[in-house]
């Protein structure tokens, strides 16, 4: 089962990275961006797997929303659509209860 899920607070990409990998006779690229959220005291960075399209939208040291799957049965994670914590504040997409659709690399967050 796949999962739709949106942040609800903005997170600050610290940096982005790719790699590629081959494993079985199968290539590929992984793609990750490096984040940084802060709550209280306690400070967590953590990779988060991005798809190809939000690794190429992503500055460094900017503050975004997510628009992510989970494939429950993997545990894995991937963010698909990645917006400015700014344009989400203006159109109160999160505020609102904006909805994320689990059509990965293609989808946006929309307000209701």
Not at 62 to 76: C, E, G, L, M, S
Not at 92 to 102: C, R, S
Request: hydrophobic share 35%; charged share 30%; net charge neutral.
């Amino acid at each position: 089962m796949k999962l739709a899920l949106r942040t609800i607070e903005p997170v600050l990409v610290i940096d982005k990275s790719k790699r590629p990998w081959e494993m079985n006779g199968n290539k590929g690229v992984v793609y990750n961006a490096i984040c940084h959220k802060k709550v209280d005291d306690d400070v967590q960075v953590e990779k988060v797997r991005i798809t190809e399209d939000v690794y190429h939208s992503l500055e460094a040291m900017q503050k975004y929303h997510f628009a992510a799957t989970i494939d429950v049965k993997n545990n894995r994670m991937e963010v698909y659509h990645a917006y400015p914590a700014d344009t989400a504040e203006k159109d109160n997409t999160v505020e609102k209860g904006g909805t994320a659709t689990p059509n990965m690399g293609k989808a946006s967050a929309s307000s209701k």
